[in-house]
């Protein structure tokens, strides 16, 4: 990644004189800058976007982009690990300065925070055992009394399931792998989640009958969430992303955390 930040690192000096006006309406930027340090919130358990390795070393899609954004501004990134369904909240209580977590963008998050992006489009799939994905390739398959179906709480799959599998009964998680491991031990029958987790969790458990859609169900933009009262620093991260965009930068990541495999060894 080291050409990849000199290229960021030229690109500096543009993104902040176009917000550079606005500083002092901004004062999370304000103590961003004053104390080297942005403080980036994550779930570290999404896979590929944010993960601990092995040796507890969050790793991924959005852990790299953190780090592009945080030279561009020439700080230092802390990584807050805090629940996927807590993140906005920790936001808007000022625990961290944005969240970068494969976080869809919506119209009612949107009332809470703005979002720079979106960096991935991405889309709902199913995850469950082979045999009940068999023949089917839609939701609709599950939305039917007598089975369960997991989601992320306070996630869009969530919703996704409230909305289209009604019939179903929905048990929320905090996790991802602990759905996944609900599906191996047959407590639940499918866990509704972002394509690239499902895709990655056939991946690593090759020898458990998992399986999941060949073509997502929905397109959905991920994307930061700042606070709606942090417009330079929107304006700045924006124009980074735009920038990171152009240069091929974000094509590089997606091609290596979505596209390529190799990481997965690193991964407990």
């Not at 995850?127 to 179906?149: C, H, M, P, Y």
């Not at 866990?191 to 090759?206: E, G, I, N, S, T």
Request: net charge negative; proline share 3%; aromatic share 6%.
């Amino acid at each position: 990644m080291m050409t990849a930040k000199r290229l960021v690192l030229s690109l500096w000096a543009t993104a902040i004189f176009s917000t550079g006006a606005l500083a002092s309406e901004s004062p999370v930027l304000e103590r961003i800058v004053a104390t080297g340090k942005i403080r980036i919130g994550m779930s570290g358990d999404q896979a590929p976007f944010n993960v601990k390795n092995k040796v507890g070393e969050l790793i991924g899609f959005e852990v790299d982009l953190a780090n592009l954004v945080a030279d561009a501004l020439g700080v230092e990134v802390e990584f807050v690990t805090i629940a996927f369904p807590d993140l906005l909240d920790a936001l808007k209580k000022g625990e961290v300065d944005i969240v970068m977590s494969g976080m869809t963008i919506t119209a009612a998050r949107s009332l809470d925070a703005v979002f720079v992006g979106p960096y991935i489009v991405s889309g709902k799939s199913v995850l469950a055992k082979s045999q009940a994905l068999a023949g089917g390739e839609a939701a609709q398959d599950f939305n039917r009394t007598g089975i369960t179906v997991a989601a992320l709480r306070n996630s869009t799959s969530e919703a996704y399931v409230k909305k289209r599998l009604a019939k179903a009964k929905l048990v929320t998680v905090e996790h991802y792998d602990e759905a996944i491991q609900m599906i191996i031990k047959n407590e639940i029958d499918a866990l509704v989640a972002d394509m690239p987790a499902c895709k990655l969790a056939v991946f690593r458990h090759p020898d458990e009958d998992l399986a999941t859609l060949s073509a997502p169900l929905t397109v959905e933009p991920i994307g930061i969430a700042v606070s709606s009262s942090e417009l330079p620093l929107q304006m700045l991260l924006d124009n980074y992303v735009s920038a990171f965009e152009a240069s091929g930068l974000l094509e590089m990541l997606r091609v290596q955390w979505l596209e390529k495999g190799d990481w997965l060894e690193l991964l407990q």
